[in-house]
């Protein structure tokens, strides 16, 4: 590829003025492609060495939104991989380059922490925890509409962000319960520990101080009522929220609709219905024995605690309960249309959150995944 160069001779007071010092950032090649066999995620590559330049994703961006927003709007879903991306202040750099509104505010359910300004770790929760498909925050009246993810560390194997076409999900989904679902709506009933309490427990995910930012209840309050959660203090500092929600949203640009719930992650079967679909896919004996785990535990759980007492449960928005068989139904949807791919370190992931879902395969030894996320 040419590059301007100045090049003078006679006095020697003018200086050669080298091409790199002048060559605008940016300027470079970017290949598009896919996986073999997968439609998504689509991928932007390097095309050239000027693109595997320091600082040139960010300014690239910047010339070419156009594009990557049609990209984002059809496929829903980019991944950048192979640039010279290899720190979490690069990371949000790419993220404001590709959209300036990012946003810290999160009432979603995983432990989180924050990195930079607007980079949080994507989550806390221990290894081993399958994270289910979902659209960020689909239980707000208005989620996140775009998501960035940034692999800082890659894991050895597993660890997986799988990605779904949330679009398929609701086209693929049987008819009939598709029409219950977005007839009835659906509510999330959520307990949370106190500040006093450990981060971690065996079904919740996180303490009330950590999701609303604050130890003071009339703020947890007014922010719930902001978002219409319904809030009921309990014993021993506790915190009870339900809310009522749709099932299913229309994309605010595209009009096209798409299944947009949080049910296959709260439903008390979902963990166990997750780990056997996890078990074949990683076929290893963790992946046995913790399936095996669960299912006892999901067992004794449903024995012994009324669905209305557990620390998290999703049902129909009138009060009738979601059956295994049906959350089945959507768990089947979602592995048949799902994408894996593994991570690669410095990759970063555009989704948007209204058309893609993503969730998180369990996994040891070190991995580093980062997030942000616009309005």
């Known amino acids: 590829m040419k590059t301007n ?61 156009k594009s990557i927003e049609a990209d984002l709007l059809e496929y829903g879903a980019v991944l950048f991989r192979g640039f010279q991306i290899s720190s979490a202040q690069e990371f949000e750099d790419v993220a404001l380059s590709l959209d300036k509104n990012l946003k810290t505010d999160y009432l979603g359910t995983s432990p989180r922490n924050k990195v930079t300004q607007f980079v949080h770790t994507a989550s806390e929760l221990p290894p081993h925890y399958p994270i289910m498909q979902h659209a960020e925050m689909s239980f707000l009246d208005k989620p996140p509409r775009k998501l960035m993810f940034f692999c800082a560390v890659a894991p050895n194997a597993n660890g997986e962000t799988p990605i779904a076409d949330l679009r398929k999900i609701y086209e693929d989904l049987d008819p009939d319960l598709l029409k219950k679902f977005e007839t009835k709506g659906v509510k999330y009933i959520r307990k949370y520990d106190g500040p006093n309490a450990s981060r971690y427990n065996l079904w919740k995910t996180k303490r009330w101080d950590e999701m609303f930012s604050t130890k003071e209840k009339k703020q947890v309050e007014k922010i719930a009522a902001q978002q219409r959660f319904q809030v009921e203090w309990l014993p021993e500092d506790g915190l009870k929220l339900t809310n009522k929600q749709v099932a299913v949203r229309k994309h605010p640009i595209a009009k096209t609709k798409a299944w947009h719930n949080h049910s296959q992650v709260f439903h008390q079967d979902a963990a166990r219905l997750e780990y056997a679909k996890i078990l074949k896919q990683q076929g290893t004996i963790r992946s046995f024995i913790l399936a095996g785990v669960l299912y006892v535990l999901t067992f004794l759980k449903k024995k012994l605690v009324e669905p209305k007492d557990q620390d998290t449960n999703v049902i129909f928005g009138d009060d009738s309960e979601i059956s ?8 089947q949807a979602f592995w048949k249309h799902l994408s894996i791919f593994s991570w690669q370190k410095g990759d970063v992931l555009l989704i948007d959150n209204y058309s893609v879902s993503h969730g998180r395969l369990p996994f040891s030894g070190p991995r580093e995944i980062l997030v942000t996320w616009t309005d």
Request: hydrophobic residues 30%; glycine residues 12%; without cysteine.
């Open 5 to 65: 160069t100045i090049s003078r001779s006679g006095k020697s007071a003018i200086k050669k003025v080298s091409a790199n010092k002048t060559k605008p950032k940016g300027i470079g090649r970017v290949e598009r492609s896919f996986f073999p066999g997968k439609e998504l995620p689509r991928i932007y590559g390097p095309g050239d060495t000027n693109a595997l330049e320091s600082g040139f994703l960010p300014a690239w961006i910047s010339k070419n939104k």
């Open 324 to 331: 295994v068989s049906e959350i089945g139904k959507v768990s």
